[in-house]
């Protein structure tokens, strides 16, 4: 046992310590006007991504013209000319039916757009007859979000976190993160955009909050609606591997909305009015003028001008060329009369979403601290002073009205990713919807159905959050209903219908056991997106167990220790406690509320410890009485799960067939390929412009007019003239390989006079080059050949090898030199780069294999004489003087450590071997000695291994 947990600490370790490789991650605001990105990337922190453009957002517009596909700025100018063939403001139209309010609203404000139905929603026609679906069009947008991150990351990216209002259902979620399938996006989350404004805000200011909440109103007003978000921060302390940490969390407390409420309603009745100006300048029949969609394109795109100038200017005169039949409009505007366009918005409907977040979170205004106004239109300065009079405080503008909900959605996809470490802040969001779940049971006589309901996610549930409801009194197969608690815009209140098969089985199975029902497992994720995670039948009953020590120690560690690496690799989620709903409540409500549901849950857990008690004193006596082999027996409770099979069928959308999913894909696939082929002829295209300019200015240059017949020059002068002809004139329809074609039978006629410039252009360095190595071989030659016949290494071979080389070279230069100087600049030169080059190449390689001889090679050893010894006088004297002892032991050492010597003395030539064993090796010689072993033998190329280090002298 011992082994076994050791080997999966020894695991759980190696998991922990291997590195993950940081991918970078992105943010889409996608916003009803505009869309703006930001990436999170190693050593780069949030940043806003730039377009194209080089512009920090861009407008959400998709516009198809003559087989061309344009997004942006480029879109809205195909807008103002060809309205039908552009798309805007399409984002509401996800997850719709022709006949919701959302699309005959959006035809109201649009009329030259065609829409259809489709299975799974809206379809809208281009004026070239191209189909496309909603959801397909913010796939297209999300794509190019995606393109400018990589551009801007530098790599590819694939997870993202996306923002969508907090207004969105269920079926509008879905449909979006299907738009993002489509677009090769992997989400990590759906985040409401004013929950993403919040995030941002508390992430930058950590440190101001504490144990006491506070409370911040955030006002956002975009394009086409408006929110009121009341959020609380404070810091809880959350357990985190068993360690306590304190987080600041952020809750989301109440919302109030206008989906219909925005920027954009402001700018169609400016419009308006600017076509009533028109009318009454030209005398032309007002019905004339809205009746022409090109017209009013172009007044609704001034409107959209006019609308931003008047918030910081209180008049200015809008200008329209050509608004219809060469009439151009110019009429001064004011802002009052701005104001009194837009009097009912600003006086009834501005503060409706506020009146609606206090009621839906039970706050009052004395205890919000502070007011935040977002989004770009409450610029607008009228929209100000009726928020400050309601308010009645001064409003704040700490955060960036147009990125911070980019900003926060790009931390939040920081922390959701496997690549980064960031500082924990925990988001509870608010579900807006409340959902209950319908069904039916039969009655205790037997003789009818009763029609139950209960309340699974209340208005302002936080979420994420995990709730259970369980059926105590189904044993068979039956089925429910989940529903929106309450009218939802644009929707019928069914969300989808669970079927139960195998109910009678799984209960046939167990029929000793005690029954706890039928348990159906639901959760509300980080996206809002509430899913059926199983259904199961759970049964309990009494088991007879053995409490031996050592079984219970193992068993405790492994339990714990699987814990551990439980959380360890556990998701982030921050999950609520499980709410358990029962269907035994016999008042009859449909729709019962939280607090009643919470109510029957209390009672309930109070029937089943009422129950439980007699089992408690029934443990307790077989443990005191039940005593078998020295171990205890006790009675204990175990749970019994029986997997019951569902079926769901949607109802508030349908989900999208995966034949279906197949031909928007192919389609999208199709588009892109055609604009990468448009991009790849652009680029062929402008390189062959270029090459034709460049080349005509170089013809009028001396160096390439000399360097050239005149027959020469006026056939490429032809040829250019040709080419750019057909560029400005025929090129339009012409493919990328045409245009490839063309551009290199230029280069082909031009290589010849281009050769012949670089060749006199880049010959005098050249020259230079050879005479320097000339000069350096030869000072190495004189070097090496004034060394005493003693102190040479080099062969007479090698050495008039090295002469025979310089002389031959010095004398190809000079003749190759004197030869050139006669041809003429158009000609074919003789002396080329390449000769130059190889000619230099066949010295360096001679000098450098000499070099590296001389290198390794050591210094020859001169041969050393032994001297004759003679003993004095002294020594004789000293000699008589010693003991016998001691004459004995001279005699031994003498004998060990004298050469014998004769009476002439003669020079003794050591062994190499033995010299290295006597005489102490220098630092010097060691390197050499070491060198010489490193270095390989000369190869028959003349270069050794030494080279790759000594490329120079």
């Not at 909440?213 to 955030?218: A, D, K, P, Y």
């Not at 394109?297 to 008047?310: D, N, S």
């Not at 039956?478 to 939802?488: A, L």
């Not at 031009?750 to 670089?758: G, N, P, Q, S, Y």
């Amino acid at each position: 046992m011992f082994k076994l947990l050791s080997l999966l600490l020894l695991i759980v370790c190696q998991l922990t310590t291997n590195s993950v490789s940081a991918v970078a991650v992105m943010s889409v605001d996608l916003g009803s006007e505009w869309m703006k990105v930001a990436i999170v990337s190693p050593g780069v922190p949030m940043e806003i991504v730039l377009n194209t453009d080089s512009q920090r957002k861009t407008p959400v517009v998709v516009s198809f013209r003559d087989g061309e596909r344009l997004f942006g700025d480029s879109a809205q100018t195909v807008a103002t000319r060809f309205p039908d063939k552009a798309f805007a403001y399409f984002g509401d139209l996800v997850a719709k039916h022709r006949n919701s309010s959302s699309v005959q609203l959006f035809l109201k404000r649009f009329p030259y757009h065609k829409i259809d139905d489709t299975n799974n929603g809206v379809s809208l026609t281009t004026g070239d007859d191209l189909v496309f679906t909603p959801e397909e069009l913010v796939s297209m947008v999300l794509t190019k979000a995606k393109k400018y991150a990589e551009e801007t990351s530098k790599q590819p990216i694939n997870d993202a976190v996306i923002t969508v209002p907090p207004y969105f259902t269920q079926a509008e979620r879905r449909a979006i993160l299907v738009a993002a399938d489509l677009a090769k996006l992997k989400v990590l989350q759906l985040v409401n955009s004013n929950t993403a404004f919040a995030l941002n805000y508390g992430v930058f200011r950590r440190k101001d909050f504490n144990t006491t909440v506070t409370n911040i109103l955030f006002y956002d007003m975009g394009a086409a609606s408006t929110t009121a978000t009341i959020v609380s921060y404070q810091l809880i302390k959350t357990k985190d591997r068993g360690f306590t940490e304190t987080n600041p969390q952020l809750t989301v407390k109440g919302v109030g909305y206008d989906r219909q409420l925005g920027g954009l309603e402001m700018q169609l009745r400016l419009r308006d009015h600017l076509a009533k100006l028109f009318a009454e300048q030209s005398k032309k029949p007002l019905t004339d003028i809205t009746g022409n969609h090109r017209a009013m394109a172009k007044l609704f795109k001034e409107a959209g001008r006019l609308k931003k100038v008047l918030s910081a200017n209180t008049e200015h005169k809008a200008q329209v060329e050509n608004v219809m039949n060469d009439i151009d409009l110019k009429a001064m505007v004011t802002r009052e009369e701005f104001e009194q366009l837009c009097d009912d918005l600003f006086n009834e409907r501005l503060t409706k979403p506020i009146d609606e977040a206090f009621k839906t979170s039970g706050y009052t205004l004395a205890e919000i601290d502070t007011v935040i106004i977002i989004g770009g239109n409450t610029r607008i300065p009228k929209i100000q002073t009726v928020l400050q009079k309601y308010f009645n405080r001064e409003l704040s503008k700490s955060i960036n009205a147009d990125e911070g909900a980019a900003l926060g959605a790009a931390y939040q996809a920081a922390y959701l990713s496997k690549g980064f470490k960031v500082k924990t802040f925990i988001v509870k969001d608010a579900n807006l919807y409340p959902i209950q779940v319908d069904f039916e049971r039969e009655t205790e006589d037997g003789g009818s159905r009763k029609s139950l309901s209960r309340t699974l996610f209340a208005r302002n549930n936080a979420y994420p959050q995990k709730k259970v409801l369980t059926f105590n009194k189904h044993t068979k197969d039956f089925g429910f209903s989940v529903n929106y608690g309450s009218k939802v815009e644009d929707y019928s209140t069914a969300l989808f219908n669970v079927s139960l098969k195998g109910v009678s089985e799984a209960i046939g199975k167990h029929p000793a056991e005690d029954s706890k029902g039928i348990k159906a497992h639901f959760r509300m994720d980080e996206s809002g997106l509430l899913n059926l995670e199983s259904v199961e039948a759970v049964f309990e009953s009494k088991v007879e167990s053995e409490a031996e020590e050592v079984g219970n120690i193992v068993g405790d560690a492994i339990s714990k220790f699987g814990e551990s690496i439980s959380k360890l690799f556990g998701s982030k989620d921050d999950e609520a406690d499980v709410e358990k709903v029962n269907d035994t409540d016999t008042s009859g409500a449909t729709n019962a509320t939280a607090n009643t549901t919470d109510n029957a849950n209390q009672q309930q857990e109070a029937n089943a410890t009422s129950e439980a008690a007699p089992n408690k004193t029934e443990s307790a006596n077989a443990t005191t009485n039940g005593t078998q082999s020295g171990a205890q027996k006790e009675l204990k409770l175990k749970t019994i799960k029986e997997p019951i099979d569902t079926s769901l069928v949607l109802l508030d959308l349908p989900e999208t067939d995966a034949e279906v999913l197949q031909q928007s894909r192919d389609k999208i696939k199709e588009l892109d390929d055609k604009e990468a082929d448009k991009l790849k002829r652009d680029k062929v295209k402008n390189t062959l412009e270029s090459f034709i300019l460049e080349t005509r200015d170089k013809l009028d240059q001396e160096e390439y007019s000399s360097a050239s017949t005149d027959t020469e020059k006026d056939t490429i002068q032809s040829k250019l003239s040709a080419e750019s002809e057909w560029l400005e004139y025929e090129s339009d329809g012409a493919e990328t390989k045409v245009i490839t074609d063309k551009l290199a039978d230029l280069r082909s006629l031009t290589r010849a006079l281009f050769d012949r410039v670089k060749e006199h252009r880049e010959r005098p360095e050249a020259l230079a080059a050879i005479n320097n190595m000339l000069n350096i071989s030869q000072m190495f030659y004189t070097g090496a050949t004034n060394v005493s016949d003693d102190d040479q290494i080099f062969t007479e071979v090698e050495l008039n090898t090295l002469k025979k080389l310089i002389d031959e070279t010095k004398t190809w230069v000079d003749t190759s030199v004197h030869e050139q100087s006669k041809l003429a600049k158009h000609e074919t030169p003789k002396l080329t780069l390449k000769s130059i080059a190889e000619k230099i190449a066949a010295l360096d390689r001679e000098v450098k294999y000499m070099l590296n001889k001389a290198r390794i090679t050591p210094p020859k050893r001169k041969p050393t004489e032994k001297p004759e010894t003679t003993a004095s006088d002294d020594d004789n004297s000293d000699d008589k003087n010693k003991t016998k002892s001691d004459e004995k032991s001279d005699d031994k050492e003498e004998s060990e450590t004298k050469p014998e010597t004769s009476d002439k003395p003669e020079t003794v030539e050591p062994s190499k071997d033995k010299l290295k064993d006597e005489l102490p090796e220098t630092k010097a010689e060691r390197k050499l000695r070491d060198d010489k072993e490193d270095i390989k033998p000369h190869s028959s190329s003349g270069q050794t291994s030494a080279d790759a280090e000594h490329s120079e002298l």
